[in-house]
């Protein structure tokens, strides 16, 4: 079955330090993978995207992500983080539908802290 | 701002009502998603429409269905509404549908079921 596991559900970590929210993917076909951030009370965000080829990806607001196929996991990365990275994140795999459009299988999300 | 409009952005209603969220796609969009999230299920995808035909299913229920008009916007409606209905609905809308591409997502729909 298509799932998508974010083994944390919360995270807390100091202003500066760095971050990593883990995924772990479980798709038949080549994955289509997405992590979304949604600060409180907004839609969700496009952070970034891998559809193919370099499997370290870079994002937008700092982020990274390095798709690992071998461990089915998707993890998302940031050197160093800033108070307004207080969000919840999530990771998403774009699967097949029977009738040929994709559809997102969400994880369901780490709620990251951000101490000052 | 993704360019993806929803209104009204909250709703309060009563038990066994019906409500029609509504959904504008980004300009030159064809494709809308409709999503659930909710506490206890987390982001449920719900159902797309493509050029105003229904292309796939997710987890919906039968109180619920949703259509594209001609003119691209997209509305949701919930039946019979039950107190498990409360949730955040969100559109989303991509370009294609037959290709894996970037969804846009709304600011959403907060429904409270009293």
């Known amino acids: 079955a298509q799932s998508v596991t974010q083994p944390d559900i919360h995270i807390t970590v100091s202003e500066g330090a760095s971050l990593e929210l883990r995924c772990n993917y479980s798709y038949g076909a080549t994955p289509y993978l997405f992590w979304y951030v949604q600060s409180p009370g907004q839609g969700l965000q496009l952070l970034l995207k891998y559809f193919s080829g370099d499997t370290l990806v870079q994002g937008i607001k700092g982020f990274e992500a390095e798709f690992k196929r071998s461990q089915s996991s998707f993890n998302l990365r940031k050197p160093s983080v800033h108070w307004s990275d207080a969000a919840e994140y999530f990771c998403a795999v774009g699967a097949r539908t029977t009738s040929g459009t994709y559809k997102y299988i969400f994880g369901t999300g780490t709620r990251l802290k951000v101490l000052a | 701002d993704s360019g993806v409009t929803q209104t009204p952005k909250h709703l309060i209603t009563a038990t066994g009502q019906r409500v029609t969220l509504r959904c504008s796609p980004r300009s030159g969009d064809l494709s809308v998603y409709w999503y659930q999230q909710s506490l206890d299920q987390g982001l449920q995808f719900l159902i797309q429409?493509?050029?105003?035909?229904?292309?796939a299913k997710g987890n919906i229920l039968e109180r619920f269905s949703a259509q594209q008009f001609p003119d691209l916007h997209s509305e949701l409606n919930l039946s019979s509404l039950e107190l498990g209905d409360s949730a955040l609905y969100f559109c989303a809308s991509s370009v294609l549908a037959g290709v894996i591409n970037e969804q846009f997502f709304g600011p959403g729909t907060r429904l409270t079921v009293l």
């Open positions: 429409y493509y050029n105003g035909e229904e292309r």
